[in-house]
């Protein structure tokens, strides 16, 4: 069920009303939550929530384990099982055919004529996001910085709360789990928390619907389909197109995400901050996939070293490379997350010599240079393989000129920028002042909006993350 589909036009309202009738009864309502978070999964493929609840039940025994375990081997043996196990998961659906044929491609430039075999299991949807988020817990009660959760109901909600299943924010026991334990009380029905569920859920379908679909439809899919065949002033609107389409598509999801868990009485965390403001790469991705990169740090960039040992260029590559391949299993993917590697390290390098009081214009030129730099990452990110790269490049650098792109599209790129590089405080504002509209006002205006999304809807086009 896609966020921006008929279903979940019916799917999110009756949750919330089913919400509010229990709202008083925390085990009931915690209950129906979970069945909603299973329906709503097993509205893709039914079988595949056995993976969840199978994941969901080895954890939340390790967990139990890890708590009243003293031994360390012990401890250390039943963390590995955890590793193991949903990495183990993890890499059968998602890697498993990625290494066999990068295998059988070794072995052919070896001489060797073998034919390893590959299965044709489909990628449960929202594996790596789930994976990460039960990794975390048990990473957690491992280090004892959480104590273990004894409910299973409660653990199952917080593995499976169906806002951010699919493709986050990655959410942390220690941010999730004491919500499920701290009753909010009366139902909060105030405006402030509705208009800010409902704005955000709004906004997000915006993104969504109005940019990211469109500008895949209109230009973006359509060049980079067939590179050679467009011009390269097409070649560069499409990759620019690309970079906010994605942004779009994956901000507009955690939109929805976070609104539809703030109108169920949940706080869970932002995961963008308007990346291409950013005035190095460094910062870029304090504000992109937010909840991703602080886990890569936490869970895997400090563990390694970090800055320590004067290692920290092995570990920011380990951690990037990791990183790009935890967003897709291909060869494009991994040099993604090794360039970024490759960019965090040049950018500390540079912060070194770098002036806190330096004009406004080098900021500028900071902020161009970094977005131009992730700009040519998203070529790796978005090609299906090292042929297209190459076919995009080489005809990129035939510096041939002319356009087939509609003006139209390119006025909706321009709006998408406009949006995205807004002052915070003047969208801040004009949230404001909706805010303080009467109820009946809002109301028409989210209905004509419901109208006006739907008109201009592509076809409920899935979101970009759900792939990873």
């Known amino acids: 069920m896609n966020f921006n589909s008929a279903e979940f036009l019916v799917f999110l309202p009756l949750v919330l009303l089913l919400n509010a009738a229990l709202f008083g009864r925390t085990r009931a309502r915690h209950l129906m939550l979970l069945v909603a978070s299973y329906a709503f999964y097993m509205t893709w493929n039914w079988k595949y929530a056995g993976l969840i609840a199978g994941s969901t039940l080895i954890d939340y025994v390790i967990g139990l384990k890890l708590g009243g375990a003293q031994d360390p081997r012990l401890r250390r043996t039943l963390l590995i099982v955890s590793l193991c196990v949903n990495l183990g998961v993890l890499a059968l659906f998602k890697y498993f055919n990625f290494f066999v044929e990068s295998t059988d491609s070794v072995l052919t430039l070896l001489g060797l004529d073998v034919t390893l075999p590959t299965h044709s299991l489909l990628l449960p949807v929202g594996i790596s996001f789930y994976t990460f988020q039960t990794l975390s817990y048990t990473i957690d009660v491992y280090w004892r910085r959480i104590a273990p959760e004894r409910d299973l109901g409660r653990f199952a909600l917080f593995v499976s709360f169906f806002p951010q299943l699919v493709a986050g924010p990655i959410v942390r026991a220690s941010d999730f789990l004491p919500q499920l334990h701290h009753a909010p009380g009366a139902l909060d029905g105030s405006r402030a928390r509705v208009h800010a569920g409902m704005s955000r859920v709004f906004r997000g379908l915006f993104k969504k619907i109005v940019f990211a679909d469109l500008l895949a439809s209109l230009f973006v899919d359509r060049v980079f389909a067939d590179p050679s065949a467009h011009s390269s002033l097409d070649l560069l609107l ?113 912060d070194r010599h770098a002036s806190p009081d330096a004009p406004g214009w080098v900021l500028f030129r900071d902020r161009f240079l970094t977005f131009h730099l992730v700009l040519f990452g998203w070529l790796l990110f978005r090609v299906r393989d090292m042929d297209h790269f190459a076919e995009f490049v080489g005809a990129f650098t035939s510096f041939s000129g002319g356009s087939v792109i509609h003006p139209a599209a390119v006025g909706l790129l321009g709006l998408a920028a406009f949006v995205h590089f807004t002052p915070r405080a003047a969208a801040d504002e004009l949230w404001k002042r909706w805010a303080h509209l009467p109820e009946v006002a809002q109301a028409a205006g989210y209905a004509l909006a419901i109208v006006v999304l739907c008109g201009v809807s592509v076809d409920a086009a899935v979101f970009i993350y759900f792939q990873f």
């Not at 499409?238 to 994956?250: M, P, R, V």
């Not at 009485?265 to 005035?279: A, K, M, Q, T, V």
């Not at 190095?280 to 937010?290: G, K, P, S, Y």
């Open 238 to 350: 499409a990759l620019y197109g690309y970079a906010f389409q994605i942004y779009n598509d994956f901000s507009g999801y955690s939109d929805i995400a976070i609104g539809a868990a703030i109108l169920l009485g949940f706080h869970i965390p932002e995961n963008f901050d308007r990346p291409y403001l950013s005035r190095n790469v460094r910062e870029f991705w304090t504000r992109w996939h937010i909840s991703l990169s602080s886990w890569l740090k936490d869970y895997l960039y400090i563990p390694l070293g970090g800055n320590r040992g004067g290692r920290t260029a092995r570990n920011l590559m380990i951690t990037m490379g990791l990183g790009g391949l935890w967003h897709g299993a291909g060869l494009n993917f991994v040099l993604w997350g090794v360039f970024h590697g490759a960019l965090l390290i040049a950018s500390r390098a540079a």
